[in-house]
């Protein structure tokens, strides 16, 4: 990746509503190739789309937790039945398949304490192949995601 490149994606990673003229002048390029660069790494799909960054206990979301789980299965088809049935759950904001002593981990987002049990005992422990499940309830977001280190 070019030096250009990187200051790019750092640019519109802290700031996604930046003018390409904006961005341009931020990044040290004349709008034209900014522009340019821009849409080559769009096309490329370095670039996936834009984002609002919200701030969740702005809009009613309280807890956050991260939730261990492990299938009781470990084929292809298993695995893909669980991711599917996890994509169709709003209060999971994240999952990723893991290595090591649980299958996945679930970043899940909900009201309060209550509503996160709820969803946790009524869906989540509900869902068929889950073996195991342990939450780890967020108590203080230190460094919470604003984007990727980017570098030349």
Known sequence: MEAADARILAALQAEGRLTNQELAD????????CWRRVR???EAG???GYRALVDRRKIGLGVLAFVRVKIDSHSEAEARKFEDDIQRLDEVVACYSLAGSADFLLQVAAADLDAYAEFAMNVIRRLP???EMETAIVLKEVKPPTGWPVRA
């Open 26 to 33: 931020r990044v040290g390029l004349s709008a034209s190739p």
């Open 129 to 131: 192949r889950i073996k």
């Open 46 to 48: 370095v670039i996936e």
């Open 40 to 42: 080559q790494m769009e």
